[in-house]
């Protein structure tokens, strides 16, 4: 079965500094992965995907993240945060158009 | 291009009875998706939906169903409410495939949030 391991439940940052929220996943196949944000009270909203097309993704709102086989991960990164980037952020695989997901993290920026 | 719908937004039920959730996906999409998502389980699949046929299931009792029509709209039904059941449900909508094993991004609607009191 595949899974996704978030670790960190809570990051706080300072704004201006790096964003980095790790991602592990487990899976047998080359997976499809995916970073989605969720605002309060709000659906998710997709960041990213990796197809296996590039192994550095580019996503919206400056986020990127690198698939890693060696260490089977995907961690999500941005060069500077900013305020609104406050939310929490899941990682997740897919599988037969199944979304399993982590557990998510809540990132906090500090003004 | 509207996004994916779901209404209504809000909703409070007694234990018991039983509710019905609606989804609109995004025009073209074929594929329909549930999930529910509660502060100690977190997210969770329920059921995914292809040209109105169950193609997966999650792990959820019977009380759980769903269906889709030939518009691709779908709605989502849980019956004999429990407390537990008190959630934030979420739809997602993907163009879909006839073959399952290539995914297609998925894009979700704002949710549904159930309360059962």
């Known amino acids: 079965a595949q899974s996704v391991t978030q670790l960190g439940s809570h990051v706080s940052v300072s704004e201006g500094a790096l964003v980095l929220l790790r991602c592990n996943y487990s899976?047998?196949?080359?997976?499809?992965l995916f970073w989605y944000v969720q605002y309060p009270n709000q659906g998710l909203q997709l960041l990213l995907k990796y197809t296996s097309a590039a192994t550095l993704v580019k996503g919206i709102n400056g986020f990127e993240a690198e698939f890693k086989k060696s260490e089977t991960s995907f961690h999500l990164t941005k060069p500077s945060a900013h305020m609104s980037d406050a939310a929490e952020y899941f990682c997740a695989v897919s599988r037969n158009e199944k979304l399993t997901f982590g557990t998510g993290t809540r990132l906090t920026i500090i003004p | 291009k509207a996004g994916v719908t779901q209404t209504p937004r809000y909703l409070i039920k007694t234990r018991g009875q039983q509710v019905t959730l609606s989804c609109s996906p995004i025009?073209?999409?074929?594929?329909v998706s549930w999930y529910q998502q509660t502060p100690g389980q977190g997210l969770q699949f329920l059921f995914e939906?292809?040209?109105?046929?169950?193609?997966n299931k999650g792990n959820f009792p019977g009380r759980f169903s769903g269906r889709q029509f030939s518009n691709s709209r779908s709605e989502m039904n849980v019956s004999t409410l429990e407390l537990g059941d008190s959630a934030l449900y979420l739809c997602?909508?993907?163009?879909?495939?006839?073959?399952?094993?290539?995914?297609?991004?998925?894009?979700f609607g704002q949710g549904t949030r159930l309360t059962v009191v």
């Open positions: 899976s047998s196949v080359p997976p499809y």
């Open positions: 997602a909508s993907s163009l879909g495939l006839p073959n399952p094993r290539i995914n297609t991004e998925a894009f």
């Open positions: 939906y292809f040209s109105e046929t169950q193609r």
């Open positions: 025009s073209g999409h074929r594929s």
